[in-house]
């Protein structure tokens, strides 16, 4: 796919971009070299090919899920200038 400097003009006007002629002959070049790679990409045949999530075959080690970290709340909740019901009360910063 090739893009015209239309095109090209258009998508700055949609993106609010300020692009001046070198620059948007710049990026249409840029933009259809990548549009090139896409179609290259594209044109592989990957029939039979399984979807992976990693290029290698890993797993993540994972660590046993158990508290580490004593409660603390009530700590907490004493240093606090304003406490209510267990909850933190702050200044109404919206009216």
Same mark, same amino acid.
């Given at each position: +796919?090739?893009? %015209?400097?239309? &095109? $090209? ?31 290259? +990409?594209?044109? $592989? &045949? %990957? @029939?039979?090919?399984?979807? +992976?999530?990693?290029?290698? &075959?890993?797993? @993540?080690?994972?660590?046993? &899920?158990?508290?580490?970290? %004593? ?11 304003? $406490? ?12």
């Amino acid at each position: +796919m090739s893009l %015209t400097l239309d &095109d $090209v003009h258009k998508v700055a006007r949609l993106a609010r971009l300020a692009v001046s002629a070198e620059e948007a002959q710049l990026a249409q070049s840029q933009l259809t070299n990548i549009f090139g790679l896409i179609a290259e +990409m594209q044109a $592989v &045949d %990957t @029939q039979g090919v399984a979807p +992976m999530s990693h290029a290698q &075959d890993v797993t @993540q080690r994972l660590r046993e &899920d158990k508290i580490t970290e %004593t409660n603390q709340r009530e700590l907490l909740l004493s240093l606090a200038p304003q $406490v209510e019901k267990g909850l933190y009360l702050v200044p109404q910063v919206i009216e």
